[in-house]
């Protein structure tokens, strides 16, 4: 069974520095692997997603991540913080895409992003 | 294109009671799943619906239910509602088509249970 383990629940960060939340998975096969983000009182917002290809994704509001097989890792980063990035993030993983899973994402546990100005 | 929608937004019941929770997904999506948020379990997937057709079923109780209507607008109900069920319940949306297609979530439904 896959599972998504995402490192750290809360991470500050001054305004300008750099972003980096963690997230590992484990997996029998390559997953498809998703960033989402959480405001309060919303729901899940799609920030980049990786499916096959280019190992490096770019996604919205600048953040991107890269795909390490080698590392089971998906980490999120963005060169500099913004105030408005303050919100819960979620890494995701589909571990049968291609198969029968089709909706059924297995979340990590989430991670509070701190921007302080 | 309008985003998913979710009705109620919030929602107030007792134990015992029975709760009835709607989704109606992007146009021309014909997947949609749900999803129950809670401070200590996190995000846990329920089940995914199909033309219809449930296709998949997450681990919880069978008091959990659901059913996609024609129009791929979803419903899940929950009976016998118990103080764990309070919860954050989000539905989302896809097209399910050949390549991998994301997930569209709504905003979701707040159920307190008292």
């Known amino acids: 069974a896959q599972s998504v383990t995402q490192l750290g629940s809360h991470v500050s960060v001054s305004e300008g520095a750099l972003v980096l939340l963690r997230c590992n998975y484990s997996?029998?096969?390559?997953?498809?692997l998703f960033w989402y983000v959480q405001y309060p009182n919303q729901g899940l917002q799609l920030l980049l997603k990786y499916t096959t290809g280019a190992t490096l994704v770019k996604g919205i509001n600048g953040f991107e991540a890269e795909f390490k097989k080698s590392e089971t890792s998906f980490h999120l980063t963005k060169p500099s913080a913004h105030m408005s990035d303050a919100a819960e993030y979620f890494c995701?993983?589909?571990?049968?895409?291609?198969?029968?899973?089709?909706?059924?994402?297995?979340f990590g546990q989430g991670t509070i992003l701190t921007v302080h100005p | 294109k309008a985003g998913v929608t979710q009705t109620p937004r919030y929602l107030i019941k007792t134990r015992g009671q029975q709760v009835t929770l709607s989704c109606s997904p992007i146009?021309?999506?014909?997947?949609v799943s749900w999803y129950q948020q809670t401070p200590g379990q996190g995000l846990q997937f329920l089940f995914e619906y199909f033309s219809e057709t449930q296709r998949n079923k997450g681990n919880f109780p069978g008091r959990f239910s659901g059913r996609q209507f024609s129009n791929s607008r979803s419903e899940m109900n929950v009976s016998t509602l118990e103080l764990g069920d309070s919860a954050l319940y989000l539905c989302?949306?896809?097209?399910?088509?050949?390549?991998?297609?994301?997930?569209?979530f709504g905003p979701g439904t707040r159920l307190t249970v008292l």
């Open positions: 995701a993983g589909d571990s049968n895409a291609g198969g029968t899973s089709y909706g059924k994402l297995t």
């Open positions: 997996s029998s096969v390559p997953p498809y």
């Open positions: 146009s021309g999506h014909r997947s």
């Open positions: 989302a949306s896809s097209t399910r088509g050949g390549t991998y297609n994301e997930q569209f």
